[in-house]
């Protein structure tokens, strides 16, 4: 079993011996089906070739892994920064099992994400145990010697007309064996058979004794549907988004086909604005809201909206709007590789909201030299926009401002307060 580590955009060849960054001929034959499976859905991966290599697969911007039928794991992690990056940016997803993320005691560069993450998972459960699994009332049917609870009478007709000393009965037992124990037995399960980490295994094992008598999940999908969070089940909420997450697999970014036996993917694009949005939530603790949708670009001729407007970072009711872009700009490139898509998207962001200043924030990287473009020269009429960097480098722990131009950083601070 390997774990082949990649970039963003790096990529997969095929060979028999495989080593580095070559992959099996039956591993590629399982990604390759992997990625036609997904080809109208989302491209996780891009089958292409490439002079002297021949057929290759090539990372798109998703990050996580990929785990293929033969064991191989493909460990794709964003292409600015390293696996911690990847962990401090999940954390600020949300709905996600990630917020509790506590990687202070794990060997993360060495530890395998998908380890981690089981790891991660065990560490929740072990805080549940140590509070008390929670037991209740299960409804059982029998047929027993005794009558017990209600008799169902077309039941005991049916399967008792000779067997007259015995009564078909429904009832309710005080039993642990309740539908959110039975997932979180059946995630311990499915991880066992997926983890390598001998310690990982062996925590699995004592788990997995202290559910001995529960059952498992026969019907994953309904039985999440009947878990019912009420103020006494409060302690299961991180263990269950776990268990969402390992059982359903599709929880972040859904994929069909049966090549591969586990992925699990995120957007980058979704990432780092998730991750800068929280970052400018917490420093400039004024009014800012993430993903805004107050506004739309047209109407028909009925006044019905149309095109619905969704800027990722709006401060201070729009008098500042904000747009995050996971791309590496260079100096060498045209325009600095700036989309001009990109300027007509946040100028309609500007007009509708009526802001007085917009900003395109980008992950830093080599280039630091600062672009300011105006969409009026008449200075009454002025709407800035300004192309800032935020540095991946810098914690929410850390003391300073990610975002490396300090006169705009504190007209953005005047206005949000």
């Known amino acids: 079993m390997k774990t082949i580590p990649l970039k963003e955009y790096d990529f997969l060849q095929c060979k028999e011996s495989a080593r580095e960054n070559y992959i099996s001929p039956t591993t590629f034959t399982q990604l390759e089906k992997f990625v036609l499976d997904n080809q109208d859905y989302a491209q996780y991966l891009k089958l292409t070739t490439k002079?002297?290599?021949?057929?290759?697969?090539?990372?798109?911007?998703y990050v996580g892994l990929i785990q293929t039928k033969d064991g191989t794991t493909i460990e794709i992690l964003p292409k600015i920064g390293d696996k911690e990056t990847l962990l401090k940016m999940l954390k600020t997803l949300k709905k996600s099992p990630f917020k509790s993320i506590n990687t202070a005691h794990l060997?993360?560069?060495?530890?395998?994400?998908?380890?981690?993450?089981?790891?991660?998972?065990?560490?929740?459960?072990?805080?549940?145990?140590?509070?008390?699994?929670?037991?209740?009332?299960?409804?059982?049917d029998e047929n027993l010697k005794f009558l017990k609870g209600k008799l169902i009478m077309s039941?005991?007709?049916?399967?008792?007309?000779?067997?007259?000393?015995?009564?078909?009965?429904?009832?309710?037992?005080?039993?642990?064996?309740?539908?959110?124990?039975?997932?979180?037995?059946?995630?311990?399960?499915?991880?066992?058979?997926?983890?390598?980490?001998?310690?990982?295994?062996?925590r699995i094992r004592e788990f997995l004794f202290v559910f001995d008598g529960i059952g498992m999940s026969k019907n994953i999908k309904s039985d999440f549907d009947k878990?019912?969070?009420?103020?006494?089940?409060?302690?299961?909420?991180?263990?269950?988004?776990?268990?969402?997450?390992?059982?359903?697999?599709?929880?972040?970014?859904?994929?069909?086909?049966?090549?591969?036996?586990?992925?699990?993917?995120?957007?980058?694009?979704?990432?780092?604005?998730?991750?800068?949005?929280?970052?400018?939530?917490?420093?400039?603790?004024?009014?800012?809201?993430?993903?805004?949708?107050?506004?739309?670009?047209?109407y028909t001729d009925e006044g019905n909206e149309k095109f619905k407007l969704r800027p990722d970072i709006v401060i201070d009711e729009g008098k500042i709007i904000a747009d995050t872009k996971w791309k590496i700009l260079s100096e060498e490139k045209t325009n600095?590789?700036?989309?001009?898509?990109?300027?007509?998207?946040?100028?309609?962001?500007?007009?509708?909201?009526?802001s007085e200043q917009l900003f395109l924030i980008y992950?830093?990287?080599?280039?630091?030299?600062?672009?300011?473009?105006?969409?009026?020269?008449?200075?009454?009429?002025?709407?800035?926009?300004?192309?800032?960097?935020?540095?991946?480098?810098?914690?929410?722990?850390?003391?300073?401002?990610?975002?490396?131009?300090?006169?705009?950083?504190?007209?953005?601070?005047?206005?949000?307060?």
């Open 51 to 61: 002079p002297h290599y021949g057929k290759i697969l090539q990372a798109q911007n």
């Open 155 to 202: 039941q005991h007709i049916r399967q008792n007309f000779i067997h007259k000393e015995r009564f078909y009965v429904e009832y309710q037992e005080w039993l642990c064996d309740r539908v959110e124990n039975r997932l979180i037995k059946t995630t311990l399960n499915y991880l066992y058979k997926r983890s390598r980490s001998n310690t990982n295994q062996q």
């Open 227 to 298: 878990v019912h969070l009420d103020r006494q089940m409060r302690d299961y909420e991180q263990v269950l988004l776990w268990c969402r997450t390992f059982l359903l697999r599709n929880s972040f970014t859904p994929y069909r086909g049966s090549d591969v036996a586990f992925a699990l993917l995120f957007d980058m694009n979704m990432l780092f604005e998730s991750y800068v949005g929280a970052y400018l939530k917490k420093y400039l603790h004024g009014s800012v809201h993430l993903q805004h949708h107050r506004h739309y670009l047209a």
């Open 336 to 354: 600095n590789r700036i989309s001009q898509s990109d300027l007509y998207q946040m100028f309609a962001y500007g007009k509708k909201y009526e």
């Open 363 to 417: 992950p830093k990287d080599k280039m630091e030299k600062h672009e300011a473009y105006d969409f009026y020269q008449e200075a009454a009429k002025s709407l800035p926009l300004i192309i800032l960097f935020f540095d991946l480098k810098k914690d929410f722990s850390d003391d300073g401002f990610a975002l490396n131009f300090e006169p705009i950083v504190l007209e953005i601070s005047t206005h949000a307060l």
């Open 107 to 140: 060997k993360t560069r060495k530890m395998p994400l998908l380890e981690i993450f089981i790891s991660m998972f065990l560490e929740e459960l072990a805080k549940l145990i140590q509070r008390g699994i929670k037991s209740g009332y299960i409804t059982k």
